[in-house]
């Protein structure tokens, strides 16, 4: 079955970048979605098929994918952006979620 | 605002049945699949599977084939995750999530039921 590596933990200092990976076998050529879940909450869209924000997530949020990784970067970190992130893909007949990666904003 | 509203915690023994549910509103409830996602305590998201209320289509993750039975009700806008025998295992919060495609993103989601099992 098709699996998602994302790292366990990213730390970024306030006002930084942080980048999220998540690593696949050719993801490059598969449609991946990202979600920010806060503590005690549901998760929430942030992007779409690869780099695509719907509405009310600001241009500091960002998709690429390409090759066997796919980044999420956070521009300019805020303490709101203290999570867990999670990327996506839809895999024969199975949508496949990564294990997921705790930002912690220093 | 389009939402999807899930029903209240549940606190059941091992071997019991429940169905929990999750109602859509403001937005066209037979154009989107709705979803199933398991989240186990201090783990990760899982998909369960979907459901599409419009012809009752429903596909499931092989990891929950058989365990699980998904359905929907157009008229009360309504989709339904169900056990006939609950194990403590099944423990978790259980989110409900609409797409509009099979592959597509989950762009909406319910605020999430928490299952507890335990004798």
């Known amino acids: 079955s098709y699996e998602l590596t994302q790292p366990l933990s990213v730390s970024v200092a306030l006002g930084q970048t942080a980048r999220i990976s998540c690593g696949g076998s050719?993801?490059?050529?598969?449609?991946v979605h990202w979600y920010r879940q806060k503590p005690g909450q549901a998760p929430v869209l942030v992007i779409y098929?690869?780099?695509n924000r719907p509405s009310g997530i600001p241009e500091r949020i960002s998709g690429s994918n390409s090759g066997n990784t796919a980044t999420l970067t956070i521009s300019g970190a805020q303490a709101g952006d203290e999570a867990d992130y999670y990327c996506?893909?839809?895999?024969?007949?199975?949508?496949?979620f990564g294990t997921g990666t705790k930002v912690t904003v220093l | 605002e389009e939402q999807l509203v899930q029903s209240g915690a549940e606190v059941k023994k091992p071997g019991q049945s429940l169905k929990i549910s999750c109602q859509g509103s403001?937005?066209?409830?037979?154009?989107?699949?709705i979803a199933w996602v398991r989240q186990m305590p201090g783990k990760g998201l899982e998909w369960m599977g979907s459901?599409?209320?419009?012809?009752?289509?429903?596909r499931y993750s092989p990891s929950f084939q058989g365990q699980v039975t998904m359905s929907a009700d157009r008229t009360s806008r309504t989709a339904y995750l169900q056990w006939s025998s609950l194990k403590a295992s099944d423990t978790a919060m259980y989110y409900c999530?609409?797409?509009?495609?099979?592959?597509?993103?989950?762009?909406?989601w319910g605020q999430g039921t928490l299952v507890t099992v335990s004798s």
């Open positions: 403001e937005y066209s409830f037979t154009n989107y699949w």
């Open positions: 050719k993801i490059g050529f598969k449609n």
């Open positions: 996506q893909v839809w895999d024969i007949n199975t949508y496949v």
């Open positions: 459901v599409y209320p419009a012809d009752a289509d429903t």
């Open positions: 098929r690869d780099r």
């Open positions: 999530a609409r797409h509009e495609r099979i592959s597509g993103s989950f762009d909406h």
